[in-house]
Nanobody
Framework: VQLVESGGGSVQAGGSLRLSCQVSGSTSHTYLMSWFLQVPGKEREGVAT???????VYADSVKGRFTISQDNTKNTLSLQMNSLKPEDTGVYYC??????????????????????WGQGTQVTVSS
């Protein structure tokens, strides 16, 4: 599975951005697709997840502001980010899990579940 992100950029607080992740390769056994945020000096943290069945999970910090979606016909994962805040700044990574199958949604935002990663796209939100 290969993942390529796009759509990052700079925006003022309160603005919106839409990130996209083009998925290619063997996707038939992809169980979870997620977006992660990494800030310098901190661990990569899960932002939003969507399962192969369409169930979504969000980090508390983005609930009501971010929406994850998947277009299987185009093999694209998206993250619509609204009402952006300076603390949303960082590198956003698209990730796919093709090994672990778990119904425990509390684990879905754990980076250790994921075995495929994109190269990341920078998002900068200024105040």
């Amino acid at each position: 599975v290969q993942l390529v992100e796009s759509g990052g950029g700079s925006v003022q607080a309160g603005g919106s951005l839409r990130l996209s992740c083009q998925v290619s390769g063997s996707t038939s056994h992809t169980y979870l697709m997620s977006w992660f945020l990494q800030v310098p000096g901190k661990e990569r943290e899960g932002v939003a997840t969507i399962s192969s069945g369409g169930v979504t999970v969000y980090a508390d910090s983005v609930k009501g502001r971010f929406t994850i979606s998947q277009d299987n016909t185009k093999n694209t994962l998206s993250l619509q980010m609204n009402s952006l805040k300076p603390e949303d700044t960082g590198v956003y990574y698209c990730a796919a899990d093709s090994i672990v199958v778990t119904s425990d949604r509390s684990l879905w935002l754990n980076a250790t579940l994921y075995n495929h990663w994109g190269q990341g796209t920078q998002v900068t939100v200024s105040s």
